[in-house]
């Protein structure tokens, strides 16, 4: 580590170095942060483009007495550097290591904790307005993107902040023009002239300097109406806030004396930063989408192709996307600024008119689709299972209430590892099951996602097909575009004694197990319909019937099945085995699920545990099973 890094262990200390100390510090915390990344992995391209901004604030704001918020989040290791976790940034977003997102249990600095985006205007309302009740004075500031800026949230926030005029807020939109997929829609267009605005800028300065002294009154109307027709800062303005900027984000000497400034007014104010992603690093700075959130690499040699022969589950996706799009000229294709996550990157060359990428708005993409339903089309909602949380009233009232035909092809379903429980798909199984009209599939590998894809492309009515991150088991995937009977499962073992009835991404791992229990292997595939013939059949069979997801046991494809029992008045026992009801920290996916006892091992010492007089003579299974 460099001489000054190490001098700086919180705000504190980095409030006693000279501007042109600050600017050292700067360059050695940028590399810092692209050293710390390439051996961790992690985000890259928007914390390289933090650097300064951070700095600023820590710098001119009281931190942590003065409250500050970074929206979604992925942009604090800079931040979390500052703020006296340098140390400890070779254990981020791995197990038991500090988070790639701000928590509150982590720091007293994380003010309030973030990952999906759009959720800082409102916490900081909130924060500020509660400093007023309480009579305390200090300042509030959200540091939001231009891609989480257009989240209906947002201007929600906006909204209703613009009214108090006597508070100490500050928004900070971080315009770097650059979502994880390219920004859209009009804010983004909006953004852009507020960006080129010279013009008014000449204009107002040529009107001063040729006007005679009796007509600077018509000058400064001028001034005004100028303004409202040339920049349109005026937009945040009758939101109630005072609008500051563009200023450059990587310039401390016009960060600096700006946040000074704006720290003496009140009121909320809105000051927007321009920066760049990838900063100071060429190889992000060219391709930021690369470097948004890379594995481990070498910064010298930069991010190396994957030589991976097996297809994740997001390709198998996107191809299937392309496939029946060339079959049906109605298939509409709809992710919210996901295009790269959610595997539409091709989809979109091919088909760009029926390609919408509606921004960071969930709520706004699901009933979008149910009005293309209502035209006939078909839409296709590409979502990660954490982000379909965000659209829930949406998907019941929009879509399953009148029962218009929306696929759902739910990525990152159960654990995703290094990001955390903020992002992991747990609950997907438990909120879409209890919904009227829903068909809900689990994919057990690559071939019958496909399957699953077309199965619930071609049902009239609302269908989720869940699919977990990464690559599956190395299945080949046909290229037709077969169907499932819907709500029918297959056998995979035939064994004795006990059925284990696995779904989804479990489907493995319990065959693995049953080889050591010999124990029967039902792959369920349908959550909704339940294969419920299937579960009487296997009841009437075995001692003790098993089920196990990748998802929240409480309300899950388990409880599905003992709700079957029940209703068909069959008693056996049950055990019901899932993720358990807490949130599971980050941490390697692998390592996770055999902590939950969802791996092989795991599955198998559950269902002898529960059962010791059927298996006390089986053999265990092998460990490196």
């Not at 703020?83 to 400890?88: A, H, V």
């Not at 496939?323 to 060359?349: H, Q, W, Y």
Request: overall charge negative; proline content about 5%; charged content about 20%.
């Amino acid at each position: 580590m460099t001489n000054l890094l190490q001098q700086i262990n919180s705000p504190a200390d980095l409030r006693h170095l000279t501007r042109q100390q600050l600017h050292s510090y700067a360059a050695e915390l940028r590399q810092y942060v692209l050293e710390s990344v390439s051996k961790t992995g992690g985000h890259l391209s928007s914390n390289l483009g933090t650097v300064e901004l951070t700095i600023a604030l820590h710098y001119v704001y009281n931190t942590p007495e003065d409250r500050v918020v970074w929206d979604v989040g992925h942009q604090t290791y800079p931040h979390k550097i500052v703020t006296g976790r340098r140390d400890m940034m070779h254990t981020l977003r791995q197990f038991d290591g500090i988070s790639g997102f701000p928590r509150r249990s982590e720091s007293e600095y994380d003010t309030f904790g973030t990952a999906h985006s759009s959720t800082s205007i409102s916490a900081v309302l909130g924060m500020a307005l509660a400093a007023r009740t309480k009579g305390e004075d200090r300042h509030s500031v959200a540091v939001i993107g231009d891609g989480s800026m257009t989240a209906g949230m947002a201007f929600e926030a906006l909204n209703n902040a613009g009214v108090y005029d006597d508070i100490n807020m500050l928004v900070i939109l971080n315009d770097n023009d650059m979502s994880i997929s390219p920004p859209v829609g009009a804010l983004n267009r909006y953004l852009a002239r507020l960006m080129s605005g010279k013009f008014y800028a000449a204009a107002r300065n040529v009107g001063k300097s040729v006007l005679p002294s009796p007509m600077l009154e018509l000058a400064k109307r001028f001034e005004e109406h100028a303004k409202g027709m040339l920049v349109p800062a005026t937009m945040f303005e009758e939101f109630g806030f005072n609008y500051i900027g563009p200023i450059d984000g990587h310039d401390l000497e016009s960060l600096i004396p700006t946040l000074q400034n704006i720290r003496n007014l009140k009121g909320p104010q809105f000051l927007h930063v321009v920066t760049k992603k990838g900063q100071g690093y060429k190889l992000a700075e060219a391709d930021p989408v690369l470097y948004h959130g890379p594995g481990k690499f070498n910064p010298a040699e930069g991010i190396k192709p994957s030589t991976s022969s097996k297809l994740t589950y997001t390709q198998v996706f996107g191809q299937w996307l392309c496939d029946m799009a060339a079959a049906d000229k109605k298939l509409i294709g709809i992710t919210p600024a996901m295009r790269e996550g959610s595997g539409m990157v091709e989809f979109e060359k091919q088909f760009p008119k029926r390609y919408f990428d509606v921004g960071i708005a969930e709520q706004h993409s699901v009933t979008f689709a149910a009005g293309l339903a209502c035209e006939g089309l078909k839409p296709v909602v590409a979502i990660y299972s954490t982000f379909l949380q965000r659209a829930y009233d949406q998907l019941i009232h929009d879509v399953a209430l009148q029962n218009l035909d929306v696929t759902f092809a739910l990525d990152r379903a159960g654990l995703v590892g290094a990001d955390g429980a903020t992002h992991a798909g747990n609950y997907d199984i438990a909120y879409l099951r209890c919904i009227p009209n829903m068909v809900v599939m689990a994919a057990a590998d690559e071939n019958e996602c496909r399957q699953m894809l077309s199965t619930g492309y071609h049902y009239p009515g609302p269908a989720a097909i869940r699919y977990p991150r990464g690559a599956g088991v190395g299945s080949k995937v046909e290229s037709n575009l077969d169907t499932l009977p819907i709500g029918k499962g297959e056998m995979k073992r035939q064994g004795q004694k006990v059925a284990i009835l696995a779904f989804g991404s479990m489907v493995h791992p319990a065959i693995q197990a049953a080889e050591a229990l010999n124990a029967t292997v039902a792959n369920m595939r349908f959550i909704k319909p339940l294969d419920t013939e299937l579960v009487k059949s296997l009841a009437a069979t075995h001692d003790a019937l098993i089920t196990v997801e990748e998802g929240c046991t409480m309300g899950g494809a388990g409880s599905a099945v003992a709700e079957a029992l029940s209703e068909a008045g069959i008693q056996i026992p049950i055990q019901i085995l899932g993720l358990p009801d807490k949130f599971i920290d980050h941490g390697d996916v692998h390592l996770l699920l055999s902590q939950c006892g969802l791996d092989a091992k795991g599955i198998e010492a559950s269902i002898r545990t529960r059962f010791p007089e059927i298996f006390s003579t089986v053999p265990k299974l092998a460990a490196n099973s």
